[in-house]
């Protein structure tokens, strides 16, 4: 008898920590964490690079947005890790022109650079 209602008691304890969420929904609330990255940007210049780096990364699936400091010559990124990581964040950078922590600038993204960001 005892034995039947613990039972019955863990069957009802299983269902109700599920209740109201699909198992869809649990996964994609676990995959829409953030993290936040901070990248060393040395070669940032000037305005006209601030605004260059950030629209690069403004263009890129997975980051939710990036706030770059010029004094410091950082970016303080927020991303999605399941679609996104910091390599690929440092690389969009480095597409864009610049050099992001130890990776280097794309040669001939930073030949498209306006002059003051040279």
Same mark, same amino acid.
């Given at each position: $008898?005892?034995?039947?209602?613990?039972?019955? #008691?863990? &069957?009802?304890? &299983? $269902?109700?920590?599920?209740?109201?969420? @699909?198992?869809?929904?649990?996964?994609?609330?676990?995959?829409?964490?953030?993290?936040?990255? *901070?990248?060393? #940007?040395? *070669? &940032?210049?000037?305005?006209?690079?601030?605004?260059? =780096?950030?629209?690069?990364?403004? @263009?890129?699936?997975?980051?939710? @947005?990036?706030?770059?400091? &010029?004094?410091?010559? @950082?970016?303080?990124?927020?991303? =999605?890790?399941?679609? $996104?990581?910091?390599?690929? =964040?440092?690389?969009?950078?480095?597409?864009?022109?610049?050099?992001?922590?130890?990776?280097?600038?794309?040669?001939?993204?930073?030949?498209?650079l306006a002059v003051c960001c040279k």
């Open positions: $008898m005892i034995r039947n209602w613990v039972l019955g #008691l863990g &069957l009802v304890i &299983l $269902m109700w920590s599920g209740c109201g969420k @699909s198992p869809g929904e649990k996964q994609a609330i676990a995959s829409n964490s953030i993290n936040v990255a *901070t990248i060393s #940007l040395p *070669t &940032l210049k000037c305005k006209t690079c601030v605004r260059t =780096i950030k629209n690069a990364l403004a @263009s890129v699936d997975g980051i939710e @947005s990036a706030d770059i400091n &010029l004094d410091s010559k @950082s970016a303080t990124v927020k991303f =999605i890790p399941a679609k $996104m990581d910091i390599a690929k =964040i440092e690389s969009a950078i480095s597409q864009a022109g610049y050099d992001a922590d130890k990776v280097k600038r794309d040669s001939a993204a930073y030949d498209n």
